[in-house]
């Protein structure tokens, strides 16, 4: 199993629509847990940290399943601005340094 | 304030020549992470200094990738004979202190070719 798994997409949406990604890790023991964006030929910024009970930032809502794995990003309302690479991030073996997902890619259209 | 810089933002090399990177993270950070991301691929971790403690150099891919970071702050990158397959864009990030739960601030990378 890979350390960090997400589905590449890419994810047609229209704007106004709500979509949600879910991404799977494979280290147990992983404490740290974020969602970064990342645009077309540009580099990964971090859209938000996903907490144990859950948190939520505008329109955009993290979640955090620790028994199953999984971590998911739910963004309603969208933009077109929204547009871009959501990469899926955990702390994985080595503690100080981060495992980044391949990345969805999302596309929201007119 | 300023973030994350890196130079070159685009280098073209023939194989076999060596190449150094530079990154310049963000005043006062102490932590400092190289990546590399290759077309269609996630980040690869390479390298990773915190302060002025031992490296950790588990992700380079071979022995002819190095890096360094002087007093602190500046890093460079070195790959030496490259090979086709470094083509990749070569990001470097940093963090204010050392762990997991710190941001990561990424440069906008240097983009390598490998002719």
């Known amino acids: 199993r890979k350390e960090v798994e997400q589905d590449p997409g890419p994810f047609n949406v229209p704007e106004g629509a709500t979509v949600a990604f879910n991404c799977t890790y494979s280290?147990?023991?992983?404490?740290?847990f974020f969602w970064y964006r990342q645009d077309c030929r540009k580099e990964p910024k971090l859209l938000m940290s996903?907490?144990?009970s859950g948190n939520e930032d505008g329109r955009f809502t993290a979640q955090l399943n620790r028994a199953s794995q999984y971590i998911s990003l739910l963004i309603r309302d969208s933009k077109l601005s929204d547009s871009a690479t959501y990469l899926c991030?955990?702390?994985?073996?080595?503690?100080?340094?981060?495992?980044f997902g391949k990345g969805t890619m999302l596309l929201v259209s007119p | 304030g300023a973030g994350v810089s890196q130079s070159p933002s685009n280098k073209v090399t023939e194989k076999g020549k060596d190449v150094e990177l530079r990154c310049d993270p963000i005043?006062?950070?102490?932590?400092l992470y190289w990546y590399r991301q290759s077309l269609g691929q996630g980040l690869e971790f390479l390298i990773y200094?915190?302060?002025?403690?031992?490296?950790?150099k588990s992700g380079l891919p071979s022995d002819r990738f190095s890096a360094e970071r002087t007093g602190g702050s500046v890093s460079t990158l070195t790959i030496q004979r490259t090979q086709q397959e470094d083509s990749a864009v070569y990001l470097c990030?940093?963090?204010?202190?050392?762990?997991?739960?710190?941001?990561?601030?990424f440069g906008p990378g240097t983009r390598l070719t490998v002719t």
């Open positions: 990030a940093s963090s204010p202190s050392w762990g997991v739960t710190y941001e990561q601030y």
């Open positions: 280290n147990s023991a992983s404490q740290s």
């Open positions: 996903v907490y144990s």
């Open positions: 991030v955990v702390n994985g073996a080595r503690y100080s340094t981060l495992t």
């Open positions: 005043s006062g950070h102490t932590a």
């Open positions: 200094f915190q302060g002025n403690s031992a490296p950790d």
